[in-house]
T-cell receptor, first 114, second 117 residues
Framework: KAGVTQTPRYLIKTRGQQVTLSCSPI?????VSWYQQTPGQGLQFLFE???????NKGNFPGRFSGRQFSNSRSEMNVSTLELGDSALYLC?????????????FGEGSWLTVV | AQKITQTQPGMFVQEKEAVTLDCTYD???????LFWYKQPSSGEMIFLIY??????QNATEGRYSLNFQKARKSANLVISASQLGDSAMYFC??????????????FGKGITLSVRP
């Protein structure tokens, strides 16, 4: 079955612009979470959604937002881009938010802010 | 204190040999899960193996096994019969359940593994 799909894979934006990244979870998975990966900070949790509701949020400014649709697909948005937002953004999906559920990741979206 | 500690900055292993990647964790939760992921240069995070805190046996998945020592709070990944394609970054991660159901992972800084022919 298809894995976690993220689009776009690569994008370049200008400082001050906004960007929307999309994530389609594995079929049947209802939990979607987002991570930012940078060389300096490593992998940091952004937020997670389950049944269209944000369940947890990491320590990021309000410029970072997300949402989940009824088909479990999720989008994250970053407004007023800064150079420091350049990163690999990874989406992960899980069947549910339970201990034994494996968490699978997509290929990521590489964002460069210039 | 760091929740996930991976202190080996880079590891080298000869093809067909076994290698152990270290991971120690810190949590006061009774219920938690430990994951290992492989990340090649393409960026994709590939799931390798999972160990639940209540699992009595060490997890195994093909050439991957997890040496889980709960009292020492360590969850080392063992890769047997290394292949050239195993060259990648490896991350240990933990999900804690004390705050309720969630899918939030805390990651270590990762270990670079290079397999020599």
């Amino acid at each position: 079955k298809a894995g976690v799909t993220q689009t776009p894979r690569y994008l370049i934006k200008t400082r001050g612009q906004q960007v929307t990244l999309s994530c389609s979870p594995i079929s049947g998975h209802r939990s979607v979470s987002w991570y930012q990966q940078t060389p300096g900070q490593g992998l940091q949790f952004l937020f997670e959604y389950f049944s269209e509701t944000q369940r947890n949020k990491g320590n990021f400014p309000g410029r970072f937002s997300g949402r989940q649709f009824s088909n479990s697909r999720s989008e994250m948005n970053v407004s007023t881009l800064e150079l420091g937002d350049s990163a690999l953004y990874l989406c992960a999906s899980s069947l549910a938010m339970a201990t034994g559920n494996t968490i699978y990741f997509g290929e990521g979206s590489w964002l460069t802010v210039v | 204190a760091q929740k996930i500690t991976q202190t080996q900055p880079g590891m080298f292993v000869q093809e067909k040999e076994a290698v152990t990647l270290d991971c120690t964790y810190d949590t006061s939760d009774q219920s938690y899960g430990l994951f290992w992921y492989k990340q090649p240069s393409s960026g994709e995070m590939i799931f390798l193996i999972y160990q639940g805190s209540y699992d009595e046996q060490n997890a195994t998945e093909g050439r991957y096994s997890l040496n889980f020592q709960k009292a020492r709070k360590s969850a080392n990944l063992v890769i047997s019969a290394s292949q050239l394609g195993d060259s990648a970054m490896y991350f240990c991660a933990m999900r804690e359940m004390s705050g309720g159901a969630n899918s939030k992972l805390t990651f270590g800084k990762g270990i670079t593994l290079s397999v020599r022919p």
